[in-house]
């Protein structure tokens, strides 16, 4: 854009427009280094009958001698980064391309190629990626079972809840995700002769309105998920039972 001299200006909007992308890079970059440390760390992610979410399903096999987490979290992993929304929060946190509507991108996209190229070409995976996803989340439901099962029988614990409340938010993504909208009512010329796909399809895109809510929100709990199971394996909390 011209700042009326005739020289490209960065853009000559007034409000605080780097404030977005400031914070989106803040949380998905501290969410980074969470993941990464938990992933590798390969401890404390069981606290009886809890599981952390990064490690399941858990996975023990004696010709894998890494972390079980590396196993799985590809799936999860590949299906955030390939992620619709996903894509423009980094693209524009982390590339500056642009860094906010009606900004001048801070660096030349004369090499642009968009999506054709390695790595970014990896982003027309994503619908198998969800596919990948649904078998996790399969699990993490399993789990949420699991959580309310002691020793002393079945009971509710505070880590009962948190792992049931990560499910359904995981879920909540997953489902409000394009890749679904696809799923139950893409390759249709016409609705009229699919009644049913056509009301899963209308209710997988009203959750769709809401999906960047829940991306953020799955995303932070995940982790507050794991920080969860991280403490009461390693002793530094006890769990709250409720019955």
Avoid at 43 to 67: G, K, N, R, T, V
Avoid at 90 to 112: E, G, H, M, W
Avoid at 179 to 194: A, I, M, P
Wanted: aromatic share 18%; with cysteine.
């Amino acid at each position: 854009m011209s700042n009326g001299t005739g020289q490209n200006a960065l853009t000559l909007r007034k409000d605080a427009w780097w404030v977005e992308p400031l914070i989106t890079a803040t949380v998905l970059g501290a969410f980074g280094i969470y993941s990464t440390w938990r992933a590798l760390s390969n401890e404390f992610y069981f606290s009886d009958p809890y599981l952390s979410p990064f490690y399941s399903p858990l996975i023990l096999a004696d010709w894998w001698p890494f972390s079980p987490a590396l196993l799985i979290l590809w799936a999860p992993l590949g299906f955030r980064a390939t992620c619709y929304y996903y894509r423009k929060a980094y693209y524009r946190s982390f590339f500056l391309s642009p860094p906010a509507c009606a900004v001048n991108p801070l660096r030349s996209n004369k090499d642009y190629k968009g999506e054709s190229s390695f790595p970014f070409i990896l982003q027309n995976a994503h619908r198998f990626f969800f596919y990948a996803s649904v078998v996790i989340l399969i699990c993490l439901w399993y789990d949420a079972v699991i959580a309310f099962k002691f020793r002393d029988g079945i009971g509710i614990g505070l880590g009962s809840i948190v792992i049931t409340v990560n499910a359904l938010l995981l879920t909540l993504y997953s489902l409000s995700c394009h890749s679904f909208r696809h799923l139950v009512g893409g390759k249709l010329d016409v609705f009229s002769g699919c009644p049913t796909r056509f009301r899963l399809w209308g209710a997988a895109s009203v959750f769709n309105e809401r999906h960047m809510l829940y991306a953020w929100i799955s995303l932070v709990f995940v982790a507050l998920t794991d920080l969860y199971v991280f403490l009461l394996a390693k002793g530094t909390i006890t769990d709250v039972r409720f019955l």
